[in-house]
């Protein structure tokens, strides 16, 4: 990767503040861009990251907003740009997860991770695409998962979004090709964030088991595929879902 390959461009990453987001922050601003790390409630940690990023020489802002809310959604793509600059590059990220039963996937569970998960990929690129169109360029990853791509029983709700995300992903690289706009997506395996803290030892040691590669996947390793995604060394790429799972989505 050119150190800095994405100078001069501007970037959003929601949920960016921790996880998977957080790594693809931290490589945005070391290879150049202008970064708007969104984040829901964690405003102190959200405010420390950004001073982190400044401290090793980058530009980054953080601003508040809950992606289901399109209204909030406006507000921070508004103040993203006034602030940084247009959004040329879009990493929808921000996400939750709930393992349970499908007796315990209550409505509101239902909905709410649709809300967030896949409405909310659907209210941030909307918000972002009409900048893009008029400016002709663009490059945007979903961040799916394989969830999205096997039977998931302990995580119906959420599987049902991450799917939407890869067919959301596929139809709007199609609409958007001709307009010089990018939508690639990712689909991780099980990664070392917060979002499995629910996910009891036990499990995780199945999983780990039915792992072909036997470990638990870093986030590095899924942010290295998000810039490949948005940079220009995958420029004749669009409407393709890259997996990265250790090998387990090819078993059950």
């Known amino acids: 990767m050119n150190q800095l390959e994405f100078a001069g461009k501007t970037a959003l990453v929601t949920g960016g503040s921790k996880g998977i987001g957080r790594v693809c922050c931290e490589q945005l601003a070391a290879a150049g861009a202008a970064v708007i790390v969104n984040y829901s409630s964690s405003e102190k940690a959200a405010l420390e990251f950004v001073e982190q990023i400044a401290s090793s020489g980058g530009r980054a802002i953080a601003l508040q907003a809950d992606v289901s809310s399109i209204d909030e959604v406006q507000e921070m793509v508004h103040a993203g740009e006034e602030a940084l600059g247009p959004i040329d590059l879009l990493v929808n990220n921000a996400g939750i997860f709930d393992y349970v039963p499908h007796d315990e996937t209550t409505p509101d569970i239902w909905q709410r991770t649709l809300?967030?998960?896949?409405?909310?990929?659907?209210?941030?690129?909307?918000?972002?695409?009409?900048?893009?169109?008029?400016?002709?360029?663009?490059?945007?990853?979903?961040?799916?998962?394989?969830?999205?791509l096997r039977p998931r029983p302990l995580s119906i709700a959420y599987a049902v979004s991450k799917a939407g995300m890869i067919s959301?992903?596929?139809?709007?690289?199609?609409?958007?090709?001709?307009?010089?706009?990018?939508?690639?997506?990712?689909?991780?395996?099980?990664?070392?964030?917060?979002?499995?803290?629910?996910?009891?030892?036990?499990?995780?040691?199945?999983?780990?088991?039915?792992?072909p590669?036997?470990?638990?996947?870093?986030?590095?390793?899924?942010?290295?595929?998000?810039?490949?995604?948005?940079?220009?060394?995958?420029?004749?790429?669009?409407?393709?879902?890259?997996?990265?799972?250790?090998?387990?989505?090819?078993?059950p």
């Open 115 to 148: 809300n967030v998960n896949l409405t909310g990929t659907y209210n941030v690129t909307w918000a972002v695409k009409p900048g893009m169109i008029e400016r002709g360029y663009g490059s945007i990853v979903n961040m799916s998962s394989i969830s999205a």
């Open 213 to 251: 590669m036997e470990r638990i996947g870093q986030p590095k390793e899924i942010a290295d595929l998000v810039l490949f995604l948005l940079s220009e060394r995958s420029s004749f790429m669009t409407g393709q879902t890259l997996v990265a799972s250790g090998g387990r989505v090819m078993l």
């Open 168 to 211: 959301l992903t596929q139809s709007l690289s199609v609409a958007l090709a001709k307009k010089g706009i990018r939508v690639n997506a990712v689909a991780p395996g099980l990664i070392e964030t917060d979002i499995i803290s629910d996910v009891s030892q036990s499990d995780l040691d199945n999983l780990i088991n039915q792992t």
